[in-house]
């Protein structure tokens, strides 16, 4: 069992927030349930990837979810709460870096139909997220094209389009007029205007930027690529440093 073999290493003893988030998935899982409560159980489970920007115990938490319920037999509300486990095992491999777990687990694990708008707005995230890594823009303007509105409307990815296009100003105007109060949605906008700075030949910006990352990033992949930048850059003057 997962459970077993996180004590055993540790994390999850020093966390017992976490321990009561198994749990709560665990019950969930095991019993009949109402949309209204898996939503909300989910949604409180969630503010450890969107506020705490933490997809490491994100992950933790959302595989031992994933682990309890491919053992069960499904009756009523079971299902949908393992597909909404399973979606968000998925996302958090991708929030995580790990994208060959993320596509092994959408092409070859994935339980329920595969028509589904579910599983087609993941496979999607995925495909875009793996076109970015790759540096791949003629990829991603093909898949961006008919992703549809829930991607084609998020700044997010097109800003990073805009960035695979080369386009780093329109990308930074698109990441300046972009509001958000998800504290993880934050720090990659920071992370993605960092480069556009850069880019731009703003280096004191950037550094603001990739500061926001490094400091608020908790686990996320991004915040050692902002630590990696400010480390390469360690000796650009401060925006606020004045001289004595």
């Known amino acids: ?13 020093t966390r017992p927030d976490l321990l009561v988030l198994c749990a709560v998935l665990g019950m969930l899982i095991g019993i009949m349930g109402t949309t209204y409560d898996i ?11 969107l506020q705490k ?9 959302i595989s031992y979810a994933r682990s309890y319920g491919r053992e069960l037999r499904f009756k009523g509300w079971q299902k949908t709460v393992f597909e909404m486990a399973q979606q968000r095992y998925i996302k958090a491999e991708i929030a995580d870096g790990n994208l060959e777990a993320a596509r ?4 070859e694990e994935w339980s329920g139909k595969k028509n589904s708008r579910m599983y087609k707005q993941t496979a999607m995230n995925l495909e875009l997220v793996e076109a970015y890594q790759c540096s791949d823009a003629e990829k991603y303007h093909n898949l961006f094209l008919q992703a549809g509105k829930v ?14 296009e080369q ?12 509001k958000t109060s998800v504290l993880y949605n934050n720090v990659l906008r920071s992370y993605l205007l960092g480069l556009c700075c850069d880019k731009l030949g703003n280096q004191k ?4 930027h990739m ?13 050692e690529k902002a630590e990696a930048w400010l480390t390469a850059n360690h000796d650009l003057q401060r925006p606020d440093d004045t001289a004595e």
């Open 211 to 223: 500061q926001y990352a490094a400091e608020y990033g908790n686990t996320m992949p991004c915040r």
């Open 39 to 49: 939503v909300k159980s989910y949604k409180e489970i969630d503010e450890i990837l």
């Open 1 to 13: 069992m997962l459970l077993f073999e996180t004590w055993q290493h540790g994390w999850i003893s």
């Open 151 to 164: 991607f084609q409307k998020n700044p997010l990815f097109i800003a990073e389009k805009l960035l695979l």
């Open 167 to 178: 386009n780093f100003e329109q990308a930074a105007e698109v990441l300046q007029e972009y």
């Open 104 to 107: 092994k687990a959408l092409h």
């Open 205 to 208: 910006t950037a550094r603001n």
């Open 53 to 61: 920007c933490d997809p490491k115990s994100y992950l933790a938490v």
